[in-house]
């Protein structure tokens, strides 16, 4: 296990001084601002990012609709509103790579703009978004940056993802919208100048593109590479992208690669030919000293480029660099106090814009470094820990100070809770590596008769946990009124405050009894079939549950919602069959499998290679992701093979192409899995499911009807397989409206003396989401053949 220091140690290898240096420099060789707009984190296009801010020196934002909350998780089992705030905090750390600012739209875990899964329609999307509050954020967003280019990561075509298209939507509108003064909104309007489209197509392992991509008229060179870390633009790129890691991001790029990126430019508001991303723009403090209305402060601008050039000459040589800094921030402080009015629109943001940066790198230059970080990272109100803070002044006069969050106090160096304190919010509206909001340590320094104020993070943030809370295991039960049990168990523990009784609201006619930290829910033996919720309480007061996200790549973080136990009750006959499962951690398919009364063993990594242990099953469930993340898996396949031909019965869970499926040595028969996903998936949830004949998989031990195909969440499924040997029979067909049907997603053959049965169908979520028609095919799909 790698310890605290020693994690400390490999993230302050990462980034030595000298390269923090640098890169502090190079936002300041340009005062152009650069948004990229984009469905999901993760969709930023890094490479082109990193060339414009390390080489370029443009300022960069990104403005993202949603979390990212339906995507994939390929490294736990956050998913919804818990993968969003973990997702956020992984855009995070791309940000900080790319020194990125970082806008949502969607602002809270039930914000109407959300990640509501697979969707082939910009329509749709907004329809369930909100146009209006859509654009109404989007004018918000732009309108707070005031960026001079707007950029979507991808096309409005068909083929893409409805996320994408929706959002590129928005960006056509919000050009117009943002500049409009008659639009609501309490700031200022702001006319972006320029708006970009990608000229490259957007298909893939995931999307289709169904038109080209228009014309280009620019490309971004992706030649060359930074000068002091000697990496290229698109390695810096996957150093942003490779904290994407729910998503599986993160890509070696070979040493002499390269890549273009090309543009087409689809909206303008200023002159002359485009031949250059910040042509027809003031590009520089010098460029802005130019305007007419900058007059009387051009003097003070044209110092101000001076200083910056001086101290970006004089690398590395951090003493004149700080010289050279310095003059430019007494000159931009003096363009700030004499900005005349008529000036301010264009240049002030950009102003205060530089001396923060350029406080930035007066603090590495003279040599200030300072460390905050707090013993423990999860506290709940009423609790403290203590804060460590290590300061070196390097070469100036430092006071030191703590920005806290209201709640949050420090005294001897402890940090305390109140008892009232606000939980920490895991969907920050807004991100800005450069100016960290609380917690944060504020440096005043003193060097050279000037004083600059500036910011740092803590090492470690402290997540503020709600004050009323409790931990329910598990929070979702399930009861199988086709057996003879009635009673679910669950246990409440971390009852918060201490010492304070947690107490469940139960329906009439059930009853709860207690020993211990387990709690009993008993129903009824006529209870009806259907979804119940059960709330908790805490010392008579509604109670949170929370969920703490905790991995090593980025920041912790948790998330609490209102205490309950969802349980439904639900009639699936099990059949009576020893079931091995083969997972890798993505789904709980074992567990549903136990809670509706199968008899499941989950196999160990080298039970695989016994016959002896295969021969215990009759049936062997492999999760999804398994042949991916399972080490050792693919190479068992054949022995598997051979225990299906003797009689057993082979399920494979939802698998990617890229999962090591191989569609002629994974499966007993060849099956191979369709992509892009947008043409081998249906996102309707509710679209029809007709039934191809008759089939035991359908009717035993349960009859699958309509009813089964109802309230399911997200989508049907997707990856469905797109063709497959003549032994396999598919059962199924669905499709999205106005597409022609899919027939991969239910597949059977026999195989020997048994079966393979193959699902792209997302069964796992709709266990998750206690779907009933979901447990009673699942008890099919494990059922012998007959």
């Known amino acids: 296990m790698t310890t605290p220091d020693q994690s400390r140690i490999v993230e302050d290898r990462a980034r030595p001084r000298i390269m923090a240096l640098w890169w502090a420099l190079r936002p300041l060789v340009s005062v152009v601002r650069f948004m990229q707009s984009g469905a999901h984190p993760d969709d930023e296009m890094s490479g082109m990012l990193a060339a414009l801010t390390f080489r370029d020196g443009i300022n960069l934002s990104y403005a993202c609709s949603t979390r990212g909350e339906g995507g994939q998780n390929d490294i736990g089992t956050e998913a919804g509103a818990d993968l969003g705030a973990l997702r956020t905090r992984e855009m995070e750390r791309a940000c900080d790579v790319l020194g990125m600012r970082m806008y949502w739209h969607s602002e809270t875990p039930d914000d109407p703009i959300t990640d509501f899964g697979f969707s082939k329609s910009g329509v749709e999307t907004l329809g369930k978004w909100g146009r209006e509050r859509t654009l109404a954020r989007f004018v918000e967003i732009v309108r707070s940056e005031r960026p001079d280019i707007l950029c979507p990561t991808f096309l409005d075509v068909p083929g893409q993802h409805g996320h994408h298209r929706a959002m590129t939507q928005a960006a056509h509108e919000v050009m117009a919208a943002a500049a409009d003064p008659r639009f609501p909104c309490n700031l200022p309007p702001w006319q972006v100048r320029k708006l970009y489209l990608p000229a490259t197509s957007g298909a893939g392992q995931a999307y289709d593109d169904a038109e080209p991509p228009p014309p280009a008229t620019l490309t971004i060179d992706g030649s060359g590479g930074d000068p002091v870390s000697g990496w290229s633009w698109s390695r810096i790129g996957q150093q942003s992208r490779a904290f994407h890691r729910t998503q599986g991001m993160g890509r070696w790029v070979p040493p002499g690669s390269r890549a273009d990126w090309k543009l087409h430019l689809a909206e303008t508001h200023v002159r002359g030919p ?24 051009a003097d003070h601008l044209i110092a101000a480029q001076a200083g910056i050039d001086a101290a970006i000459a004089a690398f590395p040589d951090y003493s004149k660099v700080a010289e050279g800094a310095l003059a430019a921030l007494k000159a931009v402080r003096a363009a700030v106090a004499g900005c005349p009015a008529d000036a301010r629109d264009e240049i002030a943001h950009r102003l205060e814009a ?53 709640g949050l106090r420090e005294a001897d160096g402890v940090l305390t809770v109140a008892e009232d304190a606000v939980p920490s919010d895991p969907y920050p509206a807004f991100y800005d590596p450069a100016a960290p909001g609380a917690p944060a340590v504020q440096l005043t320094i003193r060097t050279l008769d000037t004083e ?41 523990r971390d009852v918060r405050p201490g010492g304070a009784e947690a107490q469940l609201d139960a329906p009439e ?73 083969v997972g890798a951690g993505n789904d709980r398919v074992d567990h549903w499998l136990r809670a509706i009364g ?25 999760g999804i992701f398994a042949m991916r993340f399972r080490p050792g898996l693919a190479a068992v396949m054949p022995r598997l093979h051979r225990w299906t031909e003797d009689g057993g019965t082979l399920v494979t869970l939802y698998h990617r192409p890229w999962d090591n499926w191989d569609p002629d040595t994974i499966p007993p028969r060849r099956l191979e899995i369709g992509q892009p996903s947008l043409r081998w998936r249906v996102t309707d949830e509710t679209a029809a499911v007709r039934h191809l004949g008759e089939h035991d998989i359908l009717s035993v031990p349960n009859r699958i009807g309509p009813e089964d195909w109802q309230g399911w969440v997200k ?14 029979t598919p059962l199924l067909e669905m499709s999205d409206p106005e597409e022609s049907p899919h027939r991969g997603a239910l597949l059977v053959a026999d195989i020997g003396k048994g079966r393979h049965v193959h699902t792209s169908l997302i069964l796992h979520h709709q266990m998750e989401h206690l779907v009933p028609g979901a447990f009673r095919l699942m008890a099919n799909l494990i059922a012998p053949r007959r």
């Open 715 to 728: 989508e049907r499924g997707l990856y469905f397989a797109r063709s497959w040997d003549p032994a396999y």
């Open 509 to 581: 006619g059930w009853t709860v009894t207690s020993e211990g930290e387990l709690r009993r829910i008993t129903l009824p033996q006529d209870a009806t079939a259907g979804l119940y919720h059960i709330p908790v309480q805490v010392g008579g007061c509604a109670a949170a549950v929370v969920r703490q996200i905790d991995h090593a790549h980025v920041q912790k973080t948790a998330t609490h919602r209102a205490a309950d136990i969802s349980l439904r009750a639900l009639h699936a006959a099990v059949p009576e069959v020893r079931v091995g499962y």
């Open 598 to 622: 199968a008899t499941v063993e989950t196999v160990g990594p080298d039970d695989l290679s016994s016959d002896a242990v295969l021969a215990r099953f009759d049936t062997i469930i492999i």
């Open 452 to 492: 600059i104020v500036t910011r740092v993070p803590f090492e470690q943030v402290p997540v503020i946990l709600p004050s009323h809370a409790v931990a329910v295991s598990p929070d979702k039960a399930l009861i199988n009124l086709a057996g003879a049990e009635r009673t679910a168990e669950v246990t409440i």
């Open 354 to 406: 530089k001396e923060c940066q350029l406080s930035h790198v007066l603090r590495i230059a003279v040599g200030v470094e300072v460390h905050a970080r707090v013993a423990q990272s999860f506290l709940h109100a009423g609790s403290s820990a203590p804060l460590t803070v290590e300061l070196d002044p390097g070469r100036a006069e430092v006071s030191v100070s703590l920005v806290l969050p209201e």
């Open 274 to 297: 485009d031949v250059a991303l910040t042509a027809g723009l003031p590009a520089t403090l010098g460029d802005l000293a130019a305007l007419d209305a900058a007059g009387p402060i």
